[in-house]
T-cell receptor, first 116, second 111 residues
């Protein structure tokens, strides 16, 4: 079974703090994604990565950055947390090109972040 | 820009009844996904639909895809309480792994 873990289930931070959310997968998947989920808006893609040290902006990258130094680990960084970044953050992973048409994205358990 | 619309947003139905959730998308795509999310939990994959006319079934859920109409449906047959959840459809962008999600349908099955 694919396992995607996230560093925290719940997190409370103050405005202006730098926040790190970590995601680790154990399936040697090339592609990793960060989404945020807000009521009425579904999931929105923040950033994704096709490979180590590669990153691409998603639909809402402002206020976020990412790091992928190792294949299994994809970190989301909130450079200076703001209250409008209070949300549920979900990490996902999928196999690379060879298996893509038979595969789905596998999601981690999520981190619920509250910025005060 | 790819847009995905789901309806209804909320659905309350009695056990034993049938209903359909609709997912419309705005541009050509090569894959469509259905996910389920229970309250406070992450997303669980239900179906991946790859081609026009594709139909997949798992238990009381059946998903279909009409690429010409840019429409997918998730049909629930003889609903039972444990199908209560939020259901999302998601559509891939051609040539990459980006997914665009619908806003979700919160389904509540009433005994």
């Amino acid at each position: 079974d694919v396992k995607v873990t996230q560093s925290s289930r719940y997190l409370v931070k103050r405005t202006g703090e730098k926040v790190f959310l970590e995601c680790v997968q154990d399936m040697d998947h090339e592609n990793m994604f960060w989404y945020r989920q807000d009521p009425g808006l579904g999931l929105r893609l923040i950033y994704f990565s096709y490979d180590v040290k590669m990153k691409e902006k998603g639909d809402i990258p402002e206020g976020y950055s990412v790091s992928r130094e190792k294949k299994e680990r994809f970190s989301l960084i909130l450079e200076s947390a703001s209250t409008n970044q209070t949300s549920m953050y979900l990490c996902a992973t999928i196999v690379g090109l060879a298996g893509r048409f038979r595969e789905t994205q596998y999601f981690g358990p999520g981190t619920r972040l509250l910025v005060l | 820009e790819l847009k995905v619309e789901q309806n209804p947003l909320f659905l309350s139905m009695q056990e034993g009844k049938n209903y359909t959730i609709y997912c419309n998308y705005s541009t050509t795509s090569d894959r469509l996904y259905w996910y389920r999310q229970d309250p406070g939990k992450s997303l669980e994959s239900l179906f991946v639909l790859l081609s026009n006319g594709a139909v997949k079934q798992e238990g009381r859920l059946m998903a279909s895809l009409d690429t010409k109409a840019r429409l997918s449906t998730l049909h629930i047959t003889a609903a039972v309480h444990d199908l209560s959840a939020t259901y999302f459809c998601a559509v891939s962008n051609f040539g990459n792994e980006k997914l665009t999600f619908g806003t979700g349908t919160r389904l509540t099955i009433i005994p």
